[in-house]
């Protein structure tokens, strides 16, 4: 599925085409892939709100699939293996920002279904590095949400300094929450949800949410960390305002809406606001860890490949319980 133009998902920008299978180059692998998850960069991305720096694009960056050719100087992985590939695709390892390990920080970083193409699509080539080995227990379906949803929640969390014991706020709920909550609670963390959608309070309440509800009701300094998970600017103030004293909020996504003016009181006592990009190849390897540990259970909806647009549009207008995926071919 290729995207020719930004627009609108409404307009159902992407189209079906045969492409020419990628090469694989020296330090490449090819995954023939059997699921996508649909991340809200996607939709980002091709309706415009973050520019691609290239058209046509094949986008998607949660990717699984079995290992179907390897390129010159790969020893770490064979074919037939079944990996996933996340946003992160390769950074220059040299620069100030990965000698300090903020590789996702890197300026000559390149990304998953941005820089290159991506997993809507039968077949995908990428960097040996950027291709992970999954953890046992998990379909193919259920491991994409995983690489994307998965690893930017988990740094998130990592960042908004909750330790194992403390209270989470999740604002917004979808299918980088619902991974996050377990985490929170596979560590023994209270963790409060606010949304909108009943169905999803249903879902956190089914995953261990100790309460629901809205994101004006939750107690001033009632949590000891914070994530904004949905990209409306006015979050954080309810976010800020629900946070104790030293507290941090974490932002998760890569774009949002206008925080509106902030009175000074919301942040003093120390409190700390900060933004979460991307991440590394470390937070990717750590998690996969983590979640066949919990186990995490997934929530997904699938969509065949020719029907992506209908999963973006489905993402956009919050009609998807959890996480989308795409079924490039018939997942284990």
């Known amino acids: 599925m290729v995207l020719h133009q930004c627009a609108k998902a409404e307009a159902r920008p992407l189209r079906l085409a045969d492409v020419a299978a990628p090469r694989v180059g020296p330090g490449e692998v090819r995954l023939r892939v059997s699921a996508c998850g649909v991340c809200h960069t996607d939709l980002h991305l091709i309706e415009g709100d973050i520019t691609p720096p290239r058209l046509p694009l094949v986008p998607g960056h949660q990717v699984v699939g079995v290992i179907e050719a390897v390129g010159p100087g790969v020893s770490t992985h064979r074919e037939g293996e079944r990996v996933g590939v996340p946003w992160l695709s390769s950074t220059d390892g040299v620069c100030d920002d990965c000698r300090r390990g903020l590789e996702n920080l890197c300026r000559a970083a390149r990304f998953t279904g941005f820089d290159i193409d991506g997993g809507y699509a039968e077949l995908i080539a990428v960097p040996a590095t950027s291709a992970h080995h999954l953890p046992a227990g998990f379909s193919d379906r259920h491991a994409a949400p995983l690489l994307c ?86 979050l954080v103030h309810d976010a800020l305002r629900a946070v104790r004293r030293g507290g941090t909020v974490a932002l998760a996504g ?34 996969l860890q983590l979640a066949g540990q919990v186990p995490v259970q997934t929530t997904v909806e699938t969509f065949p490949l020719e029907q992506a647009n209908d999963a973006l549009l489905a993402v956009k207008h919050s009609r998807i319980e959890a996480a989308a995926v795409l079924a490039v071919a018939d997942p284990v």
């Open 149 to 234: 949803a998965g690893v930017i929640g988990y740094r998130s969390y990592r960042l908004s300094g909750v330790h194992a014991g403390g209270r989470l706020a999740l604002f917004g709920f979808g299918g980088s929450a619902h991974i996050v909550l377990q985490l929170a609670r596979h560590e023994g963390c209270e963790v409060f949800v606010a949304t909108r959608a009943e169905g999803h309070r249903d879902l956190a309440r089914r995953l261990g949410a100790a309460w629901t509800g809205s994101a004006e009701d939750i107690a001033a300094g009632a949590v000891d960390g914070a994530i904004v998970f949905a990209p409306a600017g006015r």
């Open 254 to 287: 890569i774009t949002m809406s206008d925080i509106p003016p902030t009175p000074y009181a919301l942040l003093y006592q120390e409190r700390v606001l900060r933004s979460v990009a991307n991440s590394t190849h470390r937070d990717v390897r750590e998690l």
